[in-house]
């Protein structure tokens, strides 16, 4: 039988707990004297009396000032130094009110938000949150290091517990960004254990932004950096276009339409100097078709696009063999002048023409372009409504890509890269009442950065047709 004493199996009690060993080993408890934990705790003190001046030195030596004057003068040295601070201060500020906030507003509105935000609220909503790791039964934090606000958004730089990587918290921005009562959380890695969480206070492109500037001549248009609109952070928007290829993608009304005038107007001078020639393919025949003067060439029927691409690559080929063996990058002037080819709707021709040699056709042509031109001075601008590769398998042949508001959020990393909403690109979230809105990955940032193409309206439009016909186009 099972249970008996001959099969050689012991008798256990069915509630009893079976020991993993038969010999267990535990480390003994010693109680720690009370000495040596005064004496810990003072020894901290001791060390943060001493780093305050390097950590606070405004601080203390506001502090050291008035103390100072009190030793000296009694009552009427506060008074004089609080006086004389007061005074300055208003003075500084009326006189330089960007560094008067830069030095003063800001860096006590992060000693503020600091401590009533972010200290106060951070080992619960950390623990709640799951980034809170136990071991032997105590709690380890990542530590704050510092809070720095800037005009739009609170930098919470952080320590991470080792052990642990900066993935945990991208994979929580949204229970952060709750939890400490911001729109957003982005997450930036600074080195190990080292990220900075970004928590934005306002919206700086919650209002549409006019029509940038048309820069001052051919020369002055910088093609690796066109003004487009303005980051979040209040900074212009800028775009490289010579050298590359950008795809922009968002739903219908995300403001595509934006994003193609805006790099337009800020090409303008050039365009008019014979520096930069567009083309124009204009599936749609509602966008492009209102700025035809200032297009080389223009095409709206799907044979006709399928011509205007097939020229461009043959133009681009011919650039090609003059180069050959003796440049290796290209400089736009008037001979050779930096060729964009403006694409609206780009699945129009690669997925939904009923023509299948058409298609081919299409895709043939835009893939030579996007593999091939950019080092002899080609670049093609293309929009997109729906980023999935049954529509548009061309994609990844787009070094730069612009992602408007999208339908669903899979369709972010389709867009931007495989870790782009883990960092903190919602584009799916953008509010639809705020066209123009998107996400990109600015040069040397890994970072997508939240960014609003500037609104060039038909009047805009107007204005630089008639520039560029000389008045003919006005009206
Ligand atoms: N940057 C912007 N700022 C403010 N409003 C904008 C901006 N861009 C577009 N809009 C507004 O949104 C509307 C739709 O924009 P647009 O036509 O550019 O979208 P789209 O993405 O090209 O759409 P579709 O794919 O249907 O052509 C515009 O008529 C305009 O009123």
């Known amino acids: 039988m099972l249970g008996g004493k001959g099969n050689g199996a012991s008798q256990v009690q069915h509630t009893a707990p079976v020991p993993a060993h038969a010999v267990r080993f535990t480390t003994p408890v010693v109680e720690t004297p009370a000495a040596f934990i005064i004496g810990r705790w003072a020894w901290r003190l001791l060390a943060f009396l001493v780093a305050l001046p390097v950590r606070y030195p405004l601080s203390v030596a506001s502090v050291a000032v008035l103390v100072g004057s009190w030793a000296l003068w009694d009552w009427v040295g506060p008074a004089v130094v609080c006086t004389v601070a007061v005074v300055g201060g208003l003075v500084w500020r009326r006189y330089h009110r960007a560094s008067f906030r830069r030095w003063v507003v800001l860096r006590l509105l992060g000693l503020v938000r600091g401590i009533w935000v972010y200290r106060r609220h951070w080992q619960p909503v950390l623990v709640v949150s799951g980034l809170a790791e136990s071991y032997l039964e105590r709690q380890y934090l990542p530590r704050i290091r510092s809070v720095v606000c800037s005009e739009w958004?609170?930098?919470?730089?952080?320590?991470?517990?080792?052990g642990t990587a900066p993935s945990d918290f991208e994979e929580r921005t949204p229970q952060l960004a709750h939890g400490f009562q911001a729109p957003a959380c982005r997450v930036e890695v600074l080195g190990p254990l080292d990220v900075v969480l970004e928590f934005p206070r306002r919206d700086m492109l919650a209002d549409p932004i006019g029509a940038m500037p048309v820069p001052d001549g051919g020369d002055a248009v910088d093609l690796a950096a066109l003004p487009m609109g303005r980051c979040e952070d209040g900074r212009t928007w800028t775009m490289r276009l010579h050298g590359t290829h950008v795809l922009v993608a968002g739903v219908t009304g995300a403001g595509k339409g934006s994003v193609i005038w805006s790099a337009v107007r800020a090409m303008l001078p050039a365009i008019e100097a014979g520096l930069v020639r567009v083309r124009a393919v204009d599936p749609k025949r509602m966008e492009l078709s209102y700025g035809r003067p200032l297009f080389h060439r223009?095409?709206?029927?799907?044979?006709?696009?399928?011509?205007l691409l097939e020229e461009a690559v043959r133009d681009m080929q011919a650039r090609a063999d003059t180069y050959a063996g003796r440049l290796r990058s290209h400089t736009p002037t008037a001979e050779d002048p930096f060729e964009v080819v403006l694409l609206d709707e780009v699945a129009f021709l690669t997925a939904y023409h009923p023509d299948r040699e058409v298609r081919r056709r299409a895709e043939n042509a835009m893939a030579?372009?996007?593999?091939?031109?950019?080092?002899?001075?080609?670049?093609?601008?293309?929009?997109?409504q729906d980023p999935r590769k049954e529509v548009m398998n061309l994609r990844n042949l787009f070094?730069?890509?612009?992602?408007?508001?999208l339908d669903e959020a899979s369709q972010v990393d389709m867009v931007l890269g495989p870790d782009a909403r883990d960092r903190g690109a919602d584009a799916h979230l953008i509010d639809p009442s705020a066209p123009g809105t998107a996400f990109v990955r600015l040069e040397g940032s890994k970072i997508p950065t939240r960014v609003r193409a500037a609104y060039v309206s038909d009047a805009d439009i107007d204005a630089m047709t008639a520039a560029e016909t000389g008045g003919e186009g006005e009206g």
């Open 298 to 307: 223009y095409a709206d029927s799907g044979e006709a696009c399928v011509e």
């Open 368 to 384: 030579t372009l996007t593999s091939q031109g950019r080092s002899v001075g080609f670049a093609v601008l293309a929009a997109l």
């Open 399 to 405: 070094p730069d890509k612009v992602a408007l508001r």
């Open 153 to 162: 958004a609170d930098r919470v730089r952080v320590k991470l517990v080792p």
